[in-house]
């Protein structure tokens, strides 16, 4: 496969365009002391810590204004509470089965309507940008939600340098088929591989990221390794992981939870307390670690910063 290097970085301005399983819900205080101990390495020391499924420190993460300031979730519940379908449909699964996922070397495929096409090596792909931490809140539309200390790269920046097409509206987000290390994709839960989307203009938004990291360390396999979307004012599922290609697109992409279940699970998935899902509410959820349930915020307490990329959108509908 064809590896190229990073294309010279141009800043030119990208024109915005515009579970059904209700699984157990209590805190599995996972024994993620297992991992092994943190270590600060070199980015090829981190990449091989990473690859043997060890814990290595990111160097040079700088806070960011855009995190909150509620109360993190501890590293168990981070990294202990997961769904990722394709490695078990319980949320200790990702933890326990994800261990040996080899996620070093890896390669990101830019496609579509995209100046800059081609396979990309992932230390390439990232390293022309700063890494930020981000602590954001995560509500899953299975009505529980953490807050989760990301380090990761503002998703806008990342467009912009691979310099999208004029007719490109959508990103598409793809993630590995590999059903020999994934065993969850020999399973149909959902239409192999994991696909989300975002509209060009909520990609280009300040607050989407690509995380690589949480908790100041390099990402864990079960959170997504080695690169995932975040994209805190939406439900958890569109946080897509372990992305191996991004493509450019003039159509709204088929996301995986909505070809499963369309009366279910739209493409927006906008965090929204006003409208249920058909099987449960959506006004309240409960914060891993607390008691008393809490009132779902609109856009999930971002509202400020994104409700205009709705404005004249219907989002009973749009959902
Ligand atoms: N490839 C893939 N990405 C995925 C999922 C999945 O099953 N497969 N689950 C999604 C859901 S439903 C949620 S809530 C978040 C959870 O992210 P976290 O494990 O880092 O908290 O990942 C999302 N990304
Ligand atoms: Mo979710």
Redesign the pocket.
């Known amino acids: 496969m064809l590896i190229r290097k990073t294309p010279d970085i141009r800043y030119s301005e990208v024109t915005p365009k515009g ?1 059904y399983l209700r699984r157990r819900e209590f805190i599995h205080a996972a024994a993620a002391g297992a991992i092994g101990a943190a270590a600060t390495l070199s980015p090829v020391g981190t990449a091989r810590a990473q690859a043997q499924g060890g814990r290595a420190k990111l160097p040079n993460v700088r806070k960011s204004a855009f995190s909150t300031t509620e109360k993190i979730n501890p590293y168990e519940d ?1 990294t202990g509470y ?5 490695f078990g449909t319980d949320k200790d699964d ?1 933890m326990r089965n994800g261990q040996k996922f080899i996620s070093r070397p890896w390669t990101i495929r830019v496609e579509g309507l995209v100046k800059t096409p081609g396979s990309y090596d992932i230390d390439t792909f990232v390293k022309p940008h700063a890494l930020e931490e981000r602590i954001y809140r ?1 509500r ?3 009505a529980w939600s ?1 807050v ?1 200390p990301w380090v990761g790269i503002p998703l806008a920046d990342v467009i912009k340098r691979l310099e999208p097409l004029p007719g490109a509206q959508f990103v598409e987000f793809t ?1 590995l088929l590999d059903p020999k290390q994934m065993f969850g994709q020999r399973i149909p839960v959902l239409d192999w591989p ?1 696909i989300e989307g975002l509209r060009m203009d909520e990609a280009m938004h300040p607050l989407a990221i690509l995380a690589v990291g949480l908790y100041g360390e390099v990402l864990p396999n ?3 390794a080695p690169i ?1 979307l975040v994209v805190p004012w939406k ?3 569109k ?4 992305i191996v290609r991004i493509r450019f697109t003039d159509k709204q992409p088929r996301n995986s939870w909505e070809v499963a279940n369309p009366r279910e699970y739209g493409f927006y998935a906008n965090v929204n307390p006003t409208v249920d899902h058909p099987r449960w509410s959506q006004a309240s959820e409960r914060r891993l670690g607390e008691f008393l349930r809490r009132k779902t915020l609109m856009f999930n307490g971002y509202g400020d910063q994104v409700a205009g990329l709705y404005s004249a959108m219907d989002l009973r509908r749009a959902f």
């Not at 997961?82 to 394709?86: A, I, L, Q």
């Not at 946080?239 to 372990?242: A, E, T």
């Open positions: 579970l981070v997961n769904n990722f379908y394709e990702p995560l899953c539309v299975e953490m989760i993630t994991y079960q959170n997504g995932r439900y958890g599922f946080g897509i992981k372990s």
